[in-house]
């Protein structure tokens, strides 16, 4: 149970630094499209529970809709921002996509973990 409480906790800050540098580099590089930071973040969260069910030790539903979120609205800016696409309209089913993807990742997870 204490290596696996060890492992989060290592993962948690490996997680942690993939945060912060993503953060220097958004404040460094400001001609940065708007999203590429909640992008990076979806990643970091997802990533964090993605190694965490990888070592068998249970993935946050809380991160994982986070990740998923900021994902899909990071994503949104991007679009906005870079290809001029009227993403506004798109914002509610991109949020319902999200929205089955956390289900779907945890029915997956239930399924195939337990």
């Known amino acids: 149970m204490e290596d696996t ?3 989060n906790r290592k ?3 490996v997680a ?11 404040r ?11 992008v990076g ?3 970091i969260f997802l990533g ?17 809709t986070l990740g998923v979120l900021a994902l899909v609205l990071g994503g949104a800016d991007i679009l906005r921002n870079v ?3 009227p993403v506004d309209a798109l914002l509610f089913p991109l949020l319902l996509i999200a929205l089955g993807l956390v289900w779907l990742i945890r029915g997956i997870a239930k399924t ?3």
């Open 28 to 38: 460094l590089f400001r001609e940065l499209p708007e999203g590429v930071g909640a």
């Open 48 to 64: 964090l529970n993605l190694a965490r069910w990888l070592s068998k030790i249970p993935p946050s539903a809380f991160t994982i």
């Open 112 to 114: 195939i973990g337990r």
């Open 41 to 43: 973040v979806g990643v």
């Open 5 to 7: 409480r060890t492992l």
């Open 11 to 13: 993962y948690e800050t």
């Open 16 to 26: 942690w630094g993939a945060f912060f540098i993503l953060l220097g580099i958004t």
């Open 83 to 85: 290809a001029s696409l």
